[in-house]
T-cell receptor, first 112, second 110 residues
Framework: GAGVSQSPSNKVTEKGKDVELRCDPI?????LYWYRQSLGQGLEFLIY????????KSGLPSDRFSAERTGGSVSTLTIQRTQQEDSAVYLC??????????FGNGTRLTVT | KQEVTQIPAALSVPEGENLVLNCSFT??????LQWFRQDPGKGLTSLLL?????REQTSGRLNASLDKSSGRSTLYIAASQPGDSATYLC?????????FGAGTTVTVRA
């Protein structure tokens, strides 16, 4: 079946602009994660959604970052007033009951 | 805070050789451990998941072991092939949040 889909695959934006990154998880997966992978760095946890529970936002690096998940399915990660240090690959993953994670191919964000 | 270390950072072997990838962690109170593969420009693909109560998992040429007492996991890939060239990451879960190592980049030479 279809895997996790992320869009856009690449995004180039000017410093100070807002960006929205989209994630379509696997149908029926209740858990959804956002991770960030910077060049030469490991994966950094950003946010976790599980069903209708309040999300775990403890990994969001600043209040410029926010995320929502509508109808328990599609999720959008929004970065306001982008900075150069926000340049990274943003990965979305979904799973059933926090077991095997299925990742999308990511969105490569470049802030110029 | 869970610290996950993968050594070596990079590895190059001739085709046919067995691969041994190491992962060490500081907190043994884990829920499960996963090994992932990442190809350039792609997301992560789950290879094996070991539950906290398990000692190993096998899938085809892949075998992963887990020793919580020593804080170590090892991924074995038998009879390596050029198609095994990728970055391999281990990740430990404490409930739902995964802590990732930085990965080992493997090159299998034909």
């Amino acid at each position: 079946g279809a895997g996790v889909s992320q869009s856009p695959s690449n995004k180039v934006t000017e410093k100070g602009k807002d960006v929205e990154l989209r994630c379509d998880p696997i149908s029926g997966h209740t858990a959804l994660y956002w991770y960030r992978q910077s060049l030469g760095q490991g994966l950094e946890f950003l946010i976790y959604f599980q069903g209708n529970s309040a999300p775990d936002k403890s990994g969001l690096p600043s209040d410029r970052f926010s995320a929502e998940r509508t109808g328990g399915s599609v999720s959008t990660l929004t970065i306001q007033r982008t900075q150069q240090e926000d340049s990274a690959v943003y990965l979305c993953a979904s799973s059933l009951a926090s077991q095997v994670l299925h990742f999308g191919n990511g969105t490569r964000l470049t802030v110029t | 805070k869970q610290e996950v270390t993968q050594i070596p950072a990079a590895l190059s072997v001739p085709e046919g050789e067995n691969l041994v990838l190491n992962c060490s962690f500081t907190d043994s109170a884990i829920y499960n451990l996963q090994w992932f593969r990442q190809d350039p420009g792609k997301g992560l693909t789950s290879l094996l998941l070991i539950q906290s109560s398990q000692r190993e998992q096998t899938s085809g040429r892949l075998n992963a072991s887990l020793d919580k007492s020593s804080g170590r996991s090892t991924l074995y890939i038998a009879a390596s092939q050029p198609g095994d060239s990728a970055t391999y990451l281990c990740a430990l879960s404490n409930d739902y949040k995964l802590s990732f190592g930085a990965g080992t980049t493997v090159t299998v030479r034909a």
